[in-house]
């Protein structure tokens, strides 16, 4: 596992995601001024959840709407079943580091 610089704090405006791109790509989110990691695709059906909506810190997946919870990736609303995994995330000088393998 190692600390992998993904953006700029200031990439993200507030309740909002972005797509990093990768083999498994993840997502950034930004709450005010908390920053969460998660994988970027939805565990329904595959659709980018750095498309869909931030609420408070909740995901809503733009496709069917299905809603996790940022800080655990835990399921709050159907369709999706299967949590969203998430990453240990730090900001340091102004970056946004993720700890991946
Ligand atoms: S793809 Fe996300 S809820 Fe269906």
Request: aromatic share 8%; net charge negative; with cysteine.
């Given at each position: 596992?190692?600390?992998k610089?993904v953006?700029r704090?200031?990439?993200?405006a507030?309740?909002?995601?972005?797509?990093i791109?990768g083999?498994?790509?993840?997502?950034?989110?930004?709450?005010?001024?908390?920053?969460?990691a998660?994988d970027?695709?939805?565990?329904?059906?595959?659709?980018?959840l750095?498309e869909?909506?931030?609420?408070?810190?909740e995901?809503v997946?733009?496709?069917?709407?299905?809603?996790?919870?940022?800080?655990?990736?835990?399921?709050?609303?159907?369709?999706?079943?299967?949590?969203?995994?998430?990453?240990?995330?730090?900001v340091?000088?102004?970056d946004?580091?993720?700890?991946?393998?």
């Amino acid at each position: 596992m190692q600390w992998k610089k993904v953006c700029r704090v200031d990439d993200l405006a507030d309740q909002s995601g972005l797509k990093i791109k990768g083999l498994n790509p993840i997502a950034i989110f930004r709450v005010g001024e908390e920053f969460f990691a998660t994988d970027d695709t939805c565990t329904h059906a595959k659709f980018s959840l750095s498309e869909g909506y931030v609420e408070g810190d909740e995901i809503v997946c733009a496709l069917h709407e299905a809603r996790f919870c940022l800080r655990t990736g835990r399921v709050l609303s159907l369709p999706a079943t299967v949590p969203l995994r998430t990453y240990p995330l730090k900001v340091e000088a102004g970056d946004v580091l993720v700890e991946m393998e």
